[in-house]
């Protein structure tokens, strides 16, 4: 045996180390450097390393300060089906690993096996019967010894499986925490357009019955009062389908939260706050942050481990065996009742030939490390298009609620300037006056939906940034 081991361990040494290598990120994957724009990272973003103060590092208690929004996210990740069900699928890969580490140990059989043997016999026309009993007690013992490696890859891809799906939770419940987010966000912008919306529709409607008692006395014309009660009949339809939006999101964010149809206890969306200033950390450290990058990560180290098993398949196979018990029958008579019996069994499997399959399943594994390693390149790719595409919109969607702002201040003038001359001048129309509250409408209906998209991005960002670490 010892002969043996001794033939295995210089086969090991001649074949090379290459099945014992642990899994390392590939260098130069993509050009980290150029996962960002220049102009959207600020030297000092691309100077230091990313730290606690990073945005995606920022504990979403902090993130999000709104009492209601709080509760909501707590009973979402309590009660959420996709994420009870990642937990889950993260106990299963566990069992695994302990499964895996098992293999390590021997496997032991109990096998206990007894008789009774009976004879009958005639002696001179006089029968005569004798029995005896028989038993025997084995205890069997079989274990493989690693020595190149397969169990070990199979154990380091249990591990690497496991965070796979650890990280897949992870990247569940970042989504979660910014779905809720977002959806809460919609819902507070549908409030504040439907409060605007209905305070037009009142105001509209009190000045069309104006407009009517103008008419009777000739101060407008008819064109003017039907023209004014068509653009009611407008708002009121975009009114009603506003309610259905906020419906139909109140209805949603409850299924995300798990439960039934309930009210959504909320405030309004002058109240939110979130974050301006932020870190958003060098490329590598928030790559790393992201959870469904590490994702990928992992599934390419599990390839890369199950390409390595199927190496060491190549070699020979190690396995020790033994038996031992006791018994009270050797061969066919009783000769030594209690008796041990022992043996021991070293055997040395080296495949030679087997219809080409080891090489097929090589190939098969090296063509899924290689797929794991693309899959793994995208999601770099995607993740960096992904923080661009939000900070790029949070300078925009700033802009356009600064100009949006600044646009409504001035109609809110002209609304006011256009009611006066209206009050003091024969020359401006009632039809002037109902185009500005019209383009005043529109402006207040921008600037909440502004309000709504830095939210939304704001979110987005730190959603991106691997946000909502537990």
């Known amino acids: 045996m ?20 642990k899994y390392e990120r590939p260098e130069n994957i993509v050009p980290m450097d150029s996962l960002y724009r220049a102009e959207l990272v600020s030297p000092d973003d691309a100077a230091a390393a990313a730290d606690s103060s990073s945005f995606g590092y920022m504990p979403w208690e902090e993130m999000f300060t709104d009492p209601h929004l ?7 990740l309590e009660n959420n089906t996709d994420l009870l069900s990642a937990a889950l699928r993260v106990q299963q890969a566990q069992a695994r690993l302990k499964a895996s580490k098992w293999a390590y140990s021997p496997s032991l ?13 005639d002696n001179g026309g006089q029968t005569s019967s004798s029995g005896s009993w028989s038993y025997n007690i084995g205890v069997s013992a079989s274990w493989d010894i690693d020595l190149f490696g397969s169990l070990l890859n199979a154990k380091r891809g249990a591990q690497a499986a496991l965070l796979q799906q650890e990280a897949y939770q992870q990247a569940v419940r970042s989504q979660l925490i910014a779905t809720i987010a977002n959806t809460y966000y919609s819902l507070l912008m549908l409030d504040e357009q439907v409060r605007v919306s209905e305070e037009n529709v009142a105001l509209w409607t009190e000045q069309i019955r104006s407009m009517e008692s103008m008419l009777k006395v000739g101060r407008v014309n008819e064109n003017a009062v039907t023209q004014s009660r068509a653009q009611l009949y407008g708002l009121e339809a975009s009114l009603a389908d506003m309610k259905r939006q906020r419906q139909e999101a109140e209805n949603a964010l409850c299924s995300i939260l798990g439960s039934v149809y309930t009210r959504i206890e909320r405030s309004t969306i002058d109240e939110q706050t979130l974050p301006q200033d932020f870190s958003v950390g060098v490329p590598l450290e928030l790559l790393s942050n992201r959870p469904d990058v590490y994702q990928a990560e992992m599934a390419l180290a599990s390839a890369y481990y199950s390409t390595n098993q ?10 020790l065996s033994g038996s031992a018990g006791w018994t009270n029958s050797v061969g066919q008579a009783v000769l030594n009742p209690g008796g041990l019996i022992v043996s021991a069994i070293a055997q040395l499997a080296q495949p030679i030939f087997n219809k080409g399959q080891l090489t097929s399943n090589l190939r098969v594994a090296k063509a899924e490390e290689e797929i794991a390693r693309l899959t793994y390149k995208r999601t770099l790719l995607d993740a960096g298009e992904e923080v661009n595409n939000n900070l790029y919109a949070l300078e925009i969607y700033d802009t356009m609620l600064r100009k949006h702002q600044a646009q409504l201040n001035d109609l809110e003038r002209t609304v006011e300037t256009a009611e006066s001359l209206y009050q003091r001048s024969s020359k401006m129309t009632y039809l002037e006056v109902l185009t500005a509250r019209q383009s005043l409408l529109t402006a207040q209906l921008n600037v909440v939906s502004d309000k ?19």
């Open 109 to 121: 059989n109990l096998g206990p096996q007894g008789g009774y043997n009976y004879t009958l016999a």
């Open 452 to 470: 709504y998209l830095l939210l939304q991005t704001t979110v987005n960002l730190y959603r991106s940034l691997g946000g909502g670490r537990q």
């Open 2 to 21: 010892r002969k043996t081991i001794l033939i295995s361990m210089a086969v090991l040494m001649a074949s090379g180390c290459s099945i014992y290598r």
């Open 310 to 319: 199927a190496r060491s398949a190549f070699y020979p196979k190690l396995t």
């Open 70 to 76: 709080q509760e909501l996210i707590r009973t979402g």
